[in-house]
């Protein structure tokens, strides 16, 4: 559901808060977000409505004055409201409005909320700093305050609706009582009312339009953020696999156990259910082929250890003859490239990538089976940058020599 469409129903600030605070919060509550209501009588914030986990709002009177959180929130008021970092506040007005945050760990920003020159109080959000390692765009907090002040303000005007409805009612109402005159007198206070009430409905109409148009612009940014969030985890994913595999050759692992850990961690990183390494055996120089070095989710009956592929046969031995990657992402870019179609493949996309070092090719290295389906141009390129690190352990631990010397 849009949440333009669940804020048809918001007509009082508390149902505002209670939905559109959850969603500047994010979908995973990477955030903590408050919202201070501002007395004009008292110069101070009275109330605030907070985020707690579970997607829920809690409310509980405060007495912060505004100028603890920053002193220019007055003069934001009456003009431009930007987001304003608060290290300057202290821990108890931080915690009075987001119970239970630690401020030495979050970075807090707090933006004043108006509408027509009136103050009606302010946004005060707070991310974990290790969230701001990994550079996020502010544009969903901005969307998100522009969001809730439409909205309060929308509540406003229908506040204000409702008020000129009533005072029209209580005009009719007693119109039977009156003389002549003050029944005229009467008919013009109605006529001001229904005036007042439909100046009011053009103005909530106006509000509407603006708050369904702001609520999908934030909704946008939060599928960019989210994308942005899943790219960041792939590529700490791939950075992980490397140190792994560096570790390994580093310890001086054996090579037979370096091999299968290179398959079993590119396998898992890329989400693969089938990956094989396959290097070139030169034991004969007039006939080099393609032979099985280690490989998971491959059928029972392959013999790892008779497997031989000629060069140029097959999608492995084209990628050997040729040093060209070979990358397959759904059946109609697989027309060429046909798998050999046993029951082990669960998908059309593979990905084929030449091992090279220092200008020769050692072998050839495949994944396919991916729990996604298919791959990106982005993993693409990260199993690119894999392979060519794969390359270089092949090479610097002697992995065609060793393995295929043991194995006899």
Not at 3 to 20: K, Q
Request: contains cysteine; charged residues 30%; aromatic residues 4%.
């Amino acid at each position: 559901m849009q949440l333009s469409i669940r804020l048809h129903d918001a007509v009082d600030p508390e149902t505002v808060l209670g939905r559109i605070l959850p969603v500047i919060a994010g979908a995973r509550g990477e955030r903590r977000v408050a919202y201070a209501r501002y007395s004009p009588e008292t110069s101070v914030l009275t109330r605030r409505w907070s985020t707690v986990e579970g997607g829920t709002v809690e409310s509980a009177a405060v007495e912060v004055e505004p100028e603890r959180l920053h002193a220019l929130l007055a003069d934001d008021a009456m003009g431009d409201r930007p987001m304003r970092p608060v290290d300057g506040a202290p821990a108890w007005v931080l915690k009075d409005l987001l119970p239970g945050i630690d401020p030495e760990r979050y970075w807090v920003r707090v933006r004043a909320i108006a509408h027509d020159g009136e103050w009606l109080g302010v946004l005060v959000v707070a991310e974990s700093r290790r969230w701001m390692l990994a550079r996020r765009a502010e544009e969903p907090v901005e969307a998100g305050g522009d969001v809730l002040e439409l909205c309060l303000a929308r509540a406003l005007v229908m506040r204000e609706r409702a008020q000129a409805e009533e005072t029209r009612r209580q005009a009719l109402r007693s119109l039977a009582g009156l003389t002549t005159g003050r029944m005229r007198e009467s008919e013009r206070a109605a006529e001001e009312a229904r005036g007042a009430a439909a100046a009011a409905q053009l103005r909530a109409d106006a509000l509407e339009r603006a708050a369904a148009s702001a609520t999908e612009m934030l909704m946008d940014a939060h599928v960019d953020l989210d994308r942005r969030a899943a790219r960041h985890q792939r590529q700490t994913r791939v950075l992980y696999l490397l140190r792994k595999l560096l570790e390994g050759n580093a310890r001086g692992m054996d090579p037979r156990a370096l091999a299968d850990e290179i398959v079993r961690t590119v396998s898992e990183a890329f989400g693969g259910g089938r990956c094989s390494m396959l290097l070139i055996d030169e034991s004969d120089p007039a006939l080099p082929e393609l032979r099985l070095c280690a490989g998971v989710g491959l059928p029972p009956v392959v013999d790892s250890a008779s497997l031989r592929v000629p060069l140029g046969t097959g999608i492995a031995g084209e990628v050997a003859r040729s040093g060209i990657a070979v990358v397959v992402r759904d059946p109609a870019e697989g027309d060429p490239h046909r798998l050999v179609g046993d029951a082990w493949y669960t998908g059309d996309a593979f990905v084929s990538l030449p091992l090279v070092c220092r200008g020769q090719l050692l072998g050839v290295l495949n994944i396919t089976n991916f729990r996604s389906g298919t791959v990106d141009d982005y993993e693409v390129e990260q199993l690119r940058l894999v392979a060519l690190c794969v390359g270089l352990l092949v090479d610097h631990a002697g992995l065609r020599e060793r393995v295929f010397e043991a194995a006899g």
